[in-house]
């Protein structure tokens, strides 16, 4: 089950053809997220703030399945592979629906986050912002900032509508939010990881132990 589908998140429409509608897809609330979508993951957080600011504890007294922190830890895992799945899901939409505006940069910008927060900062005028490498920088290798700016000089593309641009902007910044989520998520099991997968920890250290944990869910 997605995130989406168990939190409330906003799922993009599409008609019969599996075209993605933009007139179907859900407004965001102000923070990125669609109204109600925050609850769980703020749930989450909320607990990870908690048991981060606690004194770290070597092992867990009584049954693992009944210990809080072991639970937060087992959520906040699960739900990393949620955001995962629904950065790929708003990837997708953007990109259909960006392409009329710019089609060529999927091809140029290839890993999904960064093309998102491409998309967010060129908007219509991809001429003129393109250029302005301070805001592509933090993201993209100049190399890439040069392709993407003579690219867009040459393009096909045509301009969105106002309410068209406002949907991808939205769709941008909630998979921005989620990534922001994800990181503090991830940051919290890794610090634990000594706690919950001790083993695991000290073959291939805390960090990858996380990492490859973040990769399926624990029941």
Same mark, same amino acid.
């Given at each position: *089950?997605?995130?989406?589908?168990?939190?409330?998140?906003?799922?993009?429409?599409?008609?019969?053809?599996?075209?993605?509608?933009?007139?179907?897809?859900?407004?965001?609330?102000?923070?990125? =997220?669609?109204?109600?979508?925050?609850?769980?993951?703020?749930?989450?957080?909320?607990?990870? &703030?908690?048991? %981060?600011?606690?004194?770290?504890?070597?092992?867990?007294?009584? #049954?693992?399945?009944? &210990?809080?922190?072991?639970?937060?830890?087992?959520?906040?895992?699960?739900? *990393?592979?949620?955001?995962?799945?629904?950065?790929?899901?708003?990837?997708?939409? !953007?990109?259909?629906?960006?392409?009329?505006?710019?089609?060529?940069?999927?091809?140029?910008? =290839?890993?999904?986050?960064?093309?998102?927060?491409?998309?967010?900062?060129?908007?219509? +005028?991809?001429?003129?912002?393109?250029?302005?490498?301070?805001?592509?920088?933090?993201?993209?290798? #100049?190399?890439?900032?040069?392709?993407?700016?003579?690219?867009?000089?040459?393009?096909?593309? %045509?301009?969105?509508?106002? +309410?068209?641009?406002?949907?991808?902007?939205?769709?941008?910044?909630?998979?921005?939010?989620?990534? &922001?989520?994800? !990181?503090?998520? =991830?940051?919290? !099991?890794?610090?634990? *990881? %000594?706690?919950?997968? #001790?083993?695991?920890?000290?073959? !291939?250290?805390?960090?990858?132990?996380?990492?490859? *944990?973040?990769?399926?869910?624990?029941?």
């Amino acid at each position: *089950m997605r995130i989406g589908q168990q939190a409330g998140l906003a799922q993009p429409s599409t008609d019969p053809k599996g075209t993605p509608n933009p007139e179907g897809h859900k407004a965001a609330g102000s923070d990125g =997220l669609p109204p109600g979508g925050e609850a769980l993951l703020n749930k989450v957080m909320e607990d990870l &703030d908690y048991f %981060s600011k606690r004194a770290k504890r070597d092992k867990i007294h009584g #049954p693992v399945e009944s &210990d809080p922190e072991y639970q937060c830890i087992v959520e906040a895992n699960n739900l *990393m592979v949620e955001i995962d799945n629904e950065i790929n899901i708003i990837h997708k939409y !953007v990109r259909d629906l960006y392409s009329k505006r710019f089609p060529e940069l999927e091809s140029l910008v =290839l890993t999904c986050l960064d093309y998102l927060k491409t998309v967010l900062v060129l908007g219509n +005028d991809i001429l003129e912002r393109s250029k302005q490498t301070d805001l592509l920088s933090p993201f993209l290798t #100049p190399a890439t900032i040069m392709v993407v700016s003579v690219t867009a000089s040459t393009t096909q593309g %045509s301009p969105l509508k106002p +309410d068209q641009l406002a949907r991808i902007e939205e769709a941008c910044q909630m998979a921005i939010e989620l990534h &922001d989520m994800r !990181v503090t998520m =991830l940051t919290y !099991v890794e610090s634990r *990881m %000594s706690f919950i997968a #001790p083993n695991i920890s000290i073959l !291939v250290g805390a960090s990858t132990a996380a990492k490859l *944990m973040g990769t399926f869910r624990i029941r």
